[in-house]
């Protein structure tokens, strides 16, 4: 039996704490960002980041546990199909909460919690690496089966030539080896 939390609950019970995260990371999905108070993004990051790394890898029982926490199907469907993809580069830190101004009523402390869904610098110079190494990989591979061409070419003009250098000896030696044989048959007449 897990270990209920220490402290006041978000909404008082336990299941009315689980239908406000809910609702919460439905919106978070939907919108993008939401504004809320410190201690729901508090509680709704690590909730709401979980939810985003079952829904990276995309398979079947994966998408019935979040099925299990995010009732709506729309929601669902729109996390997996298209947020899922958005985050494939990053490790975690899906989301960023930045602290707001008390709220006017109650002097509550707010927060803005919202996706991360730009690249860092730090993904966008790693690709921008693999691409110039591919790059650089595929002209090196070029430039040696272009001199193993040059290769292979100069090879086989150095065979017709030794061929034809011996073509020509064997036929100068068949020239003058002729003539001894006409002169022997000349003395034989």
Known sequence: MPTPKKG?????SASHQKHILSNL????????SIKTTEAKAKVLRPYAEKIITKA?????????AVAKDIPNKDVVAYLFEELAPKFEN????????????????????????????????????????RAAASKEQAAE????????????????AEAEETNAESNDDAVAEDT??????????????
């Open 8 to 12: 006041p609950r978000l909404g008082g």
């Open 25 to 32: 990371a439905s919106q978070l999905f939907v919108n993008g």
């Open 56 to 64: 990276k890898s995309g398979s079947v029982a994966d998408r019935r």
């Open 90 to 129: 990053r490790a975690g830190g899906y989301t960023r909460t930045i602290k707001l101004e008390n709220r006017k009523g109650d002097n509550a402390p707010m927060a803005n919690i919202s996706l991360v869904l730009e690249e860092t610098v730090t993904s966008e110079a790693t690709r921008a690496a």
């Open 141 to 156: 591979a070029e430039a040696a089966a272009a001199e193993a061409d040059e290769k292979a070419d100069e090879a086989s």
């Open 176 to 189: 003058a080896e002729a003539p001894e044989v006409q002169e022997t048959a000349e003395d034989e007449k």
